[in-house]
């Protein structure tokens, strides 16, 4: 009897039979609290309603129109629309499926408009599992070990990890500029820099929330040096951190933008954005794939788009981020096993430590499983598995925060005690 493999390693037991909003249901009936919203991506909660009749008409209708076969309408509606959301000046858009696709296409597409060939990213940093996008990822080695060699021309700089270094913000954040000056001066030259990739919170890597004075900081030296900012927005896109960008607070402009996850409520598509004369660098037929921009995806994304602005997702996730990490923090304070709790919207995070500051993955996991076993599913990230997040659909009213705080707090306690 066939079984699957053990390569992919289940965060919680839960069989789930069914999602509503923001709870999902197993086949015994059993009701659970979604806190990981499948890993950020069902942002108008499961089977939201407008969601739901926009993807079973667009099922009757077309359901693979090959995109680069034959054109068809809901890929040039949510093209329409996306422009609408996007930074101005970002406005050609292309296809694929899923957060590595984009993260490897955008790799492609930089190099391809700047004649270059390296790139940049930041300590922690997560980008995907594919060959390019895991050559990209430093958020731990169990993404990277075995898999070797990976692509050549990757410069790895240090994230403004504030807590981590032990710095004010302030401080994290110009050491990690002068660091990555030094590599610019000592590693990759700007003239063979292609891109520098950033996600505006990091998400695998810890949810450690980029400081505005950081990205605004690459902003200048991607414009000094001529290369591309690449904000990777695959988790922090559509809301997730109570704007509607997570670069949108820092006032910058990114060269291209990557999107996914939030974008369709579960259907699988994701967007690279950039501006023309990026773009037009790029030869025709040289990026794209079979299932790129699938008519049902695009027509739930264009209803996810919909029921974001009509029930006023983008405050929402402010408004309850804020009431949820009101309510870490409490919980925080309450227990010296979490060393910080930080996040911007509905992107929240606990820090485990031990004692003498040291990461501690095992206390992390405890809480985690002791959350779902009371009814909240949860996840834990950063590279010792110590940092318990909670991203739950954007949906969220401010009584399931309550009780998911609650739920969370005696899961602490089991855990700690
Ligand atoms: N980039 C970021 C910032 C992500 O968080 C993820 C997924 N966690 C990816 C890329 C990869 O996306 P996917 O799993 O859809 O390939």
Not at 115 to 138: D, E, K, P
Not at 297 to 318: F, H, K, M, R, Y
Request: glycine share 12%.
């Amino acid at each position: 009897m066939a079984e699957l493999s053990p390569v992919l390693k289940q965060a919680t037991p839960v069989l789930a039979e069914r999602g509503e909003g923001v709870h999902i249901y197993d086949e015994d009936g059993r009701r659970f609290l979604d806190f990981t919203a499948g890993i950020g991506v069902t942002s108008t909660g499961h089977c939201h309603p407008k969601v739901v009749a926009a993807a079973q008409e667009q099922v009757g209708t077309l359901i693979h129109g090959q995109y680069t076969t034959v054109m068809h309408r809901p890929l040039l509606r949510l093209t329409e629309r996306l422009g609408e959301v996007l930074p101005e000046g970002l406005d050609r858009l292309f296809y694929v499926n899923s957060g590595s696709e984009a993260v490897e296409a955008a790799l492609r597409l930089a190099r391809q408009a700047t004649g270059r060939q390296n790139a940049i990213v930041f300590t922690g940093s997560f980008h995907g599992r594919t060959m390019g996008a895991a050559s990209l990822t430093t958020s731990g080695t169990k993404i990277r070990a075995g898999i070797g060699p990976l692509m050549p021309g990757v410069v790895v700089s240090p994230f403004p990890h504030a807590y981590r270094l032990s710095m004010s913000e302030a401080d994290a954040v110009a050491h990690a500029l002068r660091e990555l000056d030094y590599q610019l001066a000592t590693t990759t030259s700007p003239q063979e820099t292609a891109a520098v990739f950033i996600e505006p919170v990091l998400g695998e890597g810890g949810y450690v929330p980029v400081p505005d004075a950081f990205l605004q900081g690459l902003r200048e030296r991607a414009d000094q040096h001529g290369f591309l900012l690449v904000a990777d927005e695959v988790q922090t896109g559509f809301g997730r951190t109570g704007t509607f960008w997570g670069h949108e607070r820092s006032g910058i402009t990114p060269d291209i933008v990557i999107t996914a996850k939030g974008l369709a409520s579960g259907f699988p598509i994701s967007a690279i954005a950039a501006p023309a004369a990026v773009m037009e660098k790029a030869w025709p037929g040289s990026q794209g794939g079979t299932y790129g921009g699938n008519a049902v995806a695009c027509a739930a994304a264009l209803a996810t788009l919909d029921v974001i602005e009509e029930e006023g997702l983008v405050a929402n996730s402010a408004a309850q981020g804020e009431r949820l990490r009101q309510g870490l923090e409490k919980v925080g304070s309450a227990h010296p096993e979490i060393g910080d709790v930080r996040g911007r919207g509905l992107m929240q995070a606990s820090e485990f430590v031990t004692a003498d500051g040291a990461p501690d993955g095992a206390t992390a996991a405890r809480a985690q499983q002791a959350a779902a076993k009371n009814g909240l599913l949860l996840l834990t990230c950063a590279p010792h598995g110590n940092v318990v997040r909670m991203i739950p659909p954007l949906v969220v009213n401010g009584e399931q925060v309550d009780s998911a705080l609650e739920l969370w707090a005696a899961s602490v306690e089991e855990a700690t005690s």
